[in-house]
């Protein structure tokens, strides 16, 4: 929808052509009003995807509604010429589901979905002409334009996208199974040319009816922009013939002929409108034309004029001769009364965007008086009576008992069976519309009303619907994760911290114990100093041996490594003044090469069983500056591939490296205890 702002001051602004218009328009014929009036206020929006733009239900120029009056889809046309978003599959399609039918669905509810066309479619064609045929599911999409390759297709811009070939196909679609249509792809025969903007109208004869192609142009001027000579003398010499000679199809038996029209024939015509009326005894039916220009050229002025071909005689009939002010082109057409052609939208003659259509954009054109009227009122409406211009070719009367059934010559014998047979089938009827205001048709302006078309299912930024569950559902998961990983963190540092007991107990074989632990060694029991230490890090660590000169036995040392009990884990007790350098600093030496020094003896220690540090006086090693190596087959500890970190030594470290790297063998001096003051204090000056 294009619009111009203003009048407020007494200017006007600049055209306003919203790009991707994100809204679907409906009028409701319940709703009076005067046609001076600014009805656009009257049109109800659906948003196509929540009021968002994107490549999802983008704008098309010049494309069909396919309807069955309970659901619609949105076919064909130009896409704007931009990279701002990605076009369309050339399969995709946009619909509108409006009532349920068929199948119960529990979960249905209105709006808009999203379907796909079979494989050899597409939707990149435009300018075709689309009529719908309610009572059989059916709608068609007759000729139009397309690129040669049938390619993407977009508006005015870069060539590479503009539409240069006439399609010539007829796309039908079958919507008598709701979320089940059938789509079709038919190639018209040779003696059937495809053209751009002619009317397709259907005429209820017969098992399903006919359709009737009307008007039309090859080589439109907005395609080619502008034709050359040789494609606008084609089209001079071609298109007149699409009003003297319309092509009809059979839809029953699919096949086409083109039969000759006579009388008032009108010229060569694109881009005008059509409906289809009847009076009550279906002797014959009118279908009216209004409006349209030749085509040829963008300057050409659409006419203001309306014309009559009565069926099945084929003949043509002038009946309204307008103004060229009130003319226009590009503009829609609906039967709101039997007796009423709705006429909405269009563009004027002028090409200058200041220029509004004459009388406004919707019009109500009275096709029993082929006059004009001032204004649209819901109870003021009647049955179609034949105007008297078309009985005098036709014969009969206002009621209709035409006399002319048949054109001057059929095309072929088959058309004469064709129009001679009655349609089988009800043909829907919709007035009279009750009325939503009391305003008259005379009123200056009648009251404001709802519609009574239902929102459309509401959706996410053109974003599929599973799109927000998932990513709430992930985000819930994650911080979930992390809610575990927290109470993880905090319970392992709660169990740790319970673990860091304090004691005082302690022996003078304390260190050689945890040397043995680190080892996975048990020493066997030794009948010299004895001190039994159980539950360490809840297993039993056994008694560690000395011999009277403090030195371990060489049986003591050639056990071979076992696992630490993995029962249950606890911290070490630390009792000790100085803390072990990290265990990847520190370079341990198996015990069977290690020299170990003699502990020193408290003058106070009378109980050898008794608790006690280890030796004293000895000072402590600079801090290693390289990494861990063992020199021993320990085998992997239960603690430490299960990730628990090791529990901190009561020992000193052994010095900076291995002494395999050092090079010789650990001295007595590199191993010494260091000595608490107290201890200090009662052993005594050194000896």
């Known amino acids: 929808m294009a619009y111009l702002p203003g009048f407020a001051n007494g200017t006007i602004g600049d055209l306003v052509q919203p790009e991707d218009d994100p809204f679907l328009y409906a009028l409701n014929f319940t709703q009076a009003f005067q046609t001076s009036q ?16 994107n490549n999802i239900a983008p704008d098309y120029l010049d494309g069909t509604i396919f309807t069955n009056d309970k659901e619609l889809f949105l076919y064909g046309g130009l896409l704007r010429d931009t990279d701002a978003f990605q076009a369309p599959l050339p399969s995709s399609v946009s619909g509108y ?20 066309l079979p494989d050899g479619m597409t939707r990149y064609i435009t300018a075709g002409a689309g009529v719908n045929l309610p009572s059989e599911n059916l709608a068609f999409y007759f000729g139009g334009m397309r690129r040669p390759d049938w390619g993407e297709i977009r508006t005015s811009g870069r060539k590479q996208y503009h539409v240069t070939a006439a399609a010539n196909t007829l796309i039908s ?36 009816g006919a359709l009737v192609a009307i008007g039309g142009v090859i080589n439109p001027e907005w395609a080619f922009s502008p034709p050359s000579d040789d494609q606008w003398t084609q089209s001079v010499r071609t298109s007149p013939g699409f009003m003297s000679t319309v092509s009809v199809y059979d839809i029953k038996n699919q096949k086409w002929y083109n039969q000759a029209t006579s009388g008032d024939t009108p010229p060569q015509l694109t881009q005008f409108c059509s409906v289809v009326t009847a ?24 006419i203001d004029d309306v014309y009559v071909l009565s069926v099945p005689s084929f003949i043509w009939t002038k009946a309204y001769t307008g103004t060229r002010r009130h003319g226009r082109r590009g503009h829609r057409c609906a039967l709101v009364y039997p007796d009423q052609m709705m006429v909405m939208g269009g563009q004027p003659e002028s090409t200058d965007t200041n220029t509004c259509l004459d009388g406004g954009p919707v019009q109500v054109f009275n096709l029993n008086s082929l006059k004009w009227q001032v204004g649209y009122d819901p109870k003021s409406w009647s049955e179609y009576k034949v105007p008297g211009v078309i009985t005098a070719k036709i014969g009969g009367n206002a009621d209709g008992g035409s006399q002319t059934r048949q054109p001057a010559t059929w095309a072929d014998a088959a058309l004469s069976s064709l129009f001679a047979a009655a349609y089988s089938k009800t043909v829907p009827t919709y007035y009279p519309y009750a009325s939503a205001t009391t305003t008259r048709t005379d009123s200056p302006q009648p009251t404001r009303v709802s519609t009574i078309l239902p929102s459309p299912v509401p959706h996410s930024s053109g974003v599929p619907s599973w799109v927000g569950p998932v990513i709430g559902v992930i985000v819930g998961l994650i911080a979930v994760t992390a809610i575990f990983l927290a109470l993880f963190v905090w319970y392992s540092r ?34 010299t100093i004895t001190t039994a230490t159980e539950g360490m890090m809840g297993m039993s660590m056994g008694t560690t041996a000395l011999s009277s000169t403090g030195e371990l036995s060489e049986k003591d040392v050639k056990n071979e490594p076992q696992e630490v009990s ?38 106070h220690v009378s109980n050898p069983s008794s608790s006690s540090s280890l030796a004293a006086g000895i000072p402590r090693p600079e ?51 260091p000595v608490t003051p107290a201890e200090r204090e009662h052993a005594g000056p050194p000896a």
């Open 494 to 527: 709660r169990v740790r911290k319970r673990g860091r007991g304090t004691s005082d107990a302690g022996t003078s074989g304390f260190r050689y114990r945890i040397e043995s632990w680190m080892q996975g060694t048990h020493p066997p029991k030794a009948p």
């Open 623 to 673: 801090s290693p500056t390289t990494a861990f190596t063992p020199g021993h087959r320990r085998q992997v500890s239960s603690l430490e591939s299960s990730g628990f970190p090791s529990p901190p030594s009561t020992i000193a470290s052994f010095g900076s490296g291995s002494p395999r790297e050092r090079g010789n063998p650990l001295e007595e001096a590199d191993l010494v205890s």
């Open 566 to 603: 993995a029962d249950q884990i606890h911290e070490l007790p630390d009792t000790s003044r100085s803390e072990l350098p990290a265990m990847r600093q520190i370079g341990f030496t198996p015990s069977s090469t290690m020299q170990f020094p003699r502990p020193r003896q408290s003058a």
């Open 173 to 208: 679609i079958d919507m008598s199974t709701m979320r089940k249509e059938k789509w079709t792809n038919a190639s018209l025969p040779s003696t059937v040319a495809g053209r751009a903007n002619a009317e397709l109208a259907w005429i209820p004869t017969a098992d399903q």
């Open 97 to 116: 589901e409006l009532f349920q039918y068929g199948p119960q669905r529990d979960a249905w509810q209105p709006g808009f979905i999203d379907d796909q």
């Open 38 to 53: 600014n009805v656009t206020s009257l049109l109800h929006r659906i948003e196509k995807t929540s009021g968002a733009t």
């Open 279 to 302: 009076p009550k005894d279906r002797s014959s039916y009118s279908v009216y034309i209004y409006g349209g220009y030749d085509g040829l050229n963008d300057t050409s002025a659409p």
